[in-house]
T-cell receptor, first 114, second 117 residues
């Protein structure tokens, strides 16, 4: 059931600013990582992914950085817009495991102020 | 492409009854389907993984006799919550991946909100 007192990390930014969302992952064997966006009451939506043989990947207005040394992942959103307001999850997986399972991080609530 | 649907989108049931949730891949054949549960303000927790024609693999702590998964075809998986109790109230989300393209990318359904009274 729900844990009493559990709060999502939050990030509040002004429209037009850049946003940086961080994630620490746990499994040293993970070799693929995905960022998802989840709007209230909806399923997660793919944003961008990165394999462990890369340390940076860019998409449209988004950049993912991977630091395997400290097991850290970040998502940068350029020129943040109100439509970017959502919960963002990082997910990790080990292609050597079975069925390409994903383990999700805690999530960060991004609020964009107009 | 790669659209996953769920039905129903929300359901209210009485304690002790069973509820079935369907997950369909609409425009692709799903090699594997996954079922997650998400409580308010929390992350997605994987409940089980299923492959067509095989028994589902449940994560530790998930009761397989309570959460019955049937993966009848390459486009349909069902989750039945048996003898539901109020603590089973949650947001249930399915996803699917394919054996083409990025094998690890999961396409998510819109979720099903279950409320047990």
């Amino acid at each position: 059931g729900e844990s009493v007192g559990l709060h999502l990390p939050t990030l509040s930014v002004q429209e037009g600013d850049n946003s940086i969302i961080n994630c620490a992952y746990s499994n040293s064997a993970s070799d693929y990582f995905i960022w998802y966006k989840q709007e209230s009451g909806k399923g997660p939506q793919f944003i961008i992914d990165i394999r462990s043989n890369m340390d940076k990947r860019q998409g449209q207005r988004v950049t993912v950085l991977l630091n395997k040394t400290v097991k850290h992942l970040s998502l940068q959103i350029a020129a943040t817009q109100p439509g970017d307001s959502a919960v963002y999850f990082c997910a990790e997986g080990d292609s050597g495991g079975s069925n390409y399972k994903l383990t999700f991080g805690k999530g960060t609530l991004l609020t964009v102020n107009p | 492409g790669a659209v996953v649907s769920q039905h129903p989108s929300w359901v209210i049931c009485k304690s002790g009854t069973s509820v079935k949730i369907e997950c369909r891949s609409l425009d692709f054949q799903a090699t594997t389907m996954f079922w997650y549960r998400q409580f308010p303000k929390q992350s997605l927790m994987l409940m089980a993984t299923s492959n067509e024609g095989s028994k589902a693999t449940y994560e530790q702590g998930v009761e397989k006799d309570k959460f019955l998964i049937n993966h009848a075809s390459l486009t349909l998986s069902t989750l039945t919550v048996t003898s539901a109790h109020p603590e089973d109230s949650s947001f249930y989300i399915c996803s699917a991946n394919t054996d083409t393209g990025m094998r690890y990318e999961q396409y998510f359904g819109p979720g099903t909100r279950l409320t047990v009274t």
